[in-house]
């Protein structure tokens, strides 16, 4: 390898460290933003993309490459947490199943952070961009530990006034292992 080639990767490592590694809330952090109450208002515009409600009704599917597939429906709530910080909060079957899911923007990356907390623990760490001025959001997923072992995720978001809608798949070493779709409507009060 040349050595231009080697600074220009060290650079760019540093670089992607620098954005996606810099000020990861911490699991004590995420637990003391779930505990919080709900705020008012949503201060922090880049979440404003969101569909600016507390209750949805939700719609999940799951399929396998060979056609099989799985629909699950369950409801969902959101707060606000200190004005910039969405805290979601569903169980789609079990107690065992209750997660959350605290979405924040980091304006010094201009990036956007997913976290998925399960019984206390952080099981889950996204990434994301929003696709030009649009309300899309594209998420790579940068959890340290994936169950199962090394399958890696791409997903996309749109949001509307109405609803959230995304796209995931999931793959190991290249191979597609499922697909989730999934919508989020807002449910009237």
């Given at each position: 390898?040349?050595?231009?080639?080697?600074?220009?990767?060290?650079?760019?490592?540093?670089?992607?460290?620098?954005?996606?590694?810099?000020?990861?809330?911490?699991?004590?952090?995420?637990?003391?933003?779930i505990a919080s109450p709900?705020?008012?208002?949503?201060?922090?515009?880049?979440?404003?993309?969101?569909?600016?409600?507390?209750?949805?009704?939700?719609?999940?599917?799951?399929?396998?490459?060979?056609?099989?597939?799985?629909?699950?429906?369950?409801?969902?709530?959101?707060?606000?947490?200190?004005?910039?910080?969405?805290?979601?909060?569903?169980?789609?079957?079990?107690?065992?199943?209750?997660?959350?899911?605290?979405?924040?923007?980091?304006?010094?990356?201009?990036?956007?952070?997913?976290?998925?907390?399960?019984?206390?623990?952080?099981?889950?760490?996204?990434?994301?961009?929003?696709?030009?001025?649009?309300?899309?959001?594209?998420?790579?997923?940068?959890?340290a530990v994936k169950v199962?072992?090394?399958?890696?995720?791409?997903s996309t978001e749109t949001?509307?006034?109405?609803?959230?809608?995304?796209?995931?798949?999931?793959?190991?070493?290249?191979?597609?292992?499922?697909?989730?779709?999934?919508?989020?409507?807002?449910?009237?009060?």
């Amino acid at each position: 390898m040349s050595k231009a080639l080697l600074i220009f990767t060290a650079a760019l490592l540093v670089c992607v460290n620098s954005t996606f590694g810099a000020d990861v809330l911490s699991e004590k952090r995420l637990n003391a933003i779930i505990a919080s109450p709900h705020s008012d208002k949503l201060t922090e515009p880049a979440l404003k993309i969101y569909p600016l409600s507390r209750h949805f009704d939700v719609t999940m599917t799951n399929a396998l490459p060979d056609g099989r597939s799985a629909t699950i429906s369950f409801k969902a709530t959101d707060k606000w947490v200190d004005g910039r910080f969405i805290v979601s909060e569903a169980q789609p079957a079990g107690p065992e199943t209750k997660f959350h899911l605290i979405v924040e923007y980091d304006t010094t990356s201009k990036t956007y952070r997913k976290y998925v907390v399960m019984a206390g623990k952080q099981t889950g760490y996204q990434v994301g961009t929003r696709v030009g001025t649009s309300r899309s959001v594209a998420w790579i997923d940068l959890s340290a530990v994936k169950v199962p072992d090394a399958i890696d995720c791409l997903s996309t978001e749109t949001h509307t006034d109405t609803a959230s809608t995304w796209h995931a798949i999931y793959f190991q070493k290249g191979v597609l292992q499922r697909t989730e779709t999934g919508e989020a409507k807002v449910l009237k009060p």
